[in-house]
């Protein structure tokens, strides 16, 4: 377990984006096309199409995250890579959430270091249903119970981590990166629907 959050420390913080830009993780780049990344060899697998995008799923990634299980990719038309969500691997028999409080801690530690400290942070268990010390992971997987977040606001992008349950002693850890173009193209892309919609009526 040292070694894990060791390595997924060291991970984070090689990483050298200025702490007012926000760059993809893993070795990704914004703006990449999901062609392009064929060619690197990273062949996405998964892939559901819907309206201007792409969402991919892949265990590959050109800087690979020791703590990663996979990752999904989002490419919008015209703009490319503008979405990366890291999906960890499943801790599990850890039953008081004291693993994936740790690995939490560490990798949020790094992220603090390169980009400030977190915003907004909320680290909460036990608000509904599920409030014994054994019932960490599953207080996180029931809605409204608890919460094991922070998030970073970085130029005009934004950084994402949650620790989330699966059921008893099982969870997993969340980080979700978007680019600074993403929320404008993804308005536009809701905006176009509508649209789309009205004109259908």
């Not at 913080?13 to 760059?23: C, G, K």
């Not at 201007?52 to 490319?80: H, Q």
């Not at 992220?111 to 054994?134: F, Q």
Request: hydrophobic fraction near 40%; include cysteine; charged fraction near 25%.
């Amino acid at each position: 377990m040292k070694r894990l959050i060791l390595a997924a420390t060291l991970a984070l913080s090689s990483m050298t984006a200025a702490a007012n830009e926000l760059d993809a993780p893993a070795g990704f780049n914004w703006g990449i096309s999901l062609s392009e990344l064929k060619k690197q060899s990273l062949v996405p697998e998964d892939c559901k199409h819907e309206d201007s995008t792409a969402v991919c799923k892949t265990t590959g990634a050109p800087k690979p995250l020791s703590f990663a299980d996979f990752y999904y990719l989002v490419f919008i038309e015209g703009s490319g890579l503008q979405k990366v969500s890291v999906v960890g691997n499943t801790i599990d028999s850890d039953s008081t959430g004291s693993e994936g409080k740790a690995t939490f801690e560490k990798i949020e530690t790094a992220l603090n270091g390169k980009y400030g400290d977190a915003p907004k942070s909320l680290k909460h268990v036990g608000l509904e249903l599920y409030d014994e010390w054994d019932e960490f992971y599953q207080c996180l997987a029931y809605d409204g119970c608890g919460y094991w977040l922070s998030f970073w606001d970085i130029g005009e992008g934004a950084l994402f981590m949650e620790l989330k349950g699966l059921k008893r002693g099982s969870g997993y850890l969340n980080i979700v990166y978007e680019s600074p173009d993403y929320s404008q193209l993804a308005a536009a892309i809701k905006q176009n629907r509508l649209n789309s919609d009205v004109d259908a009526l």
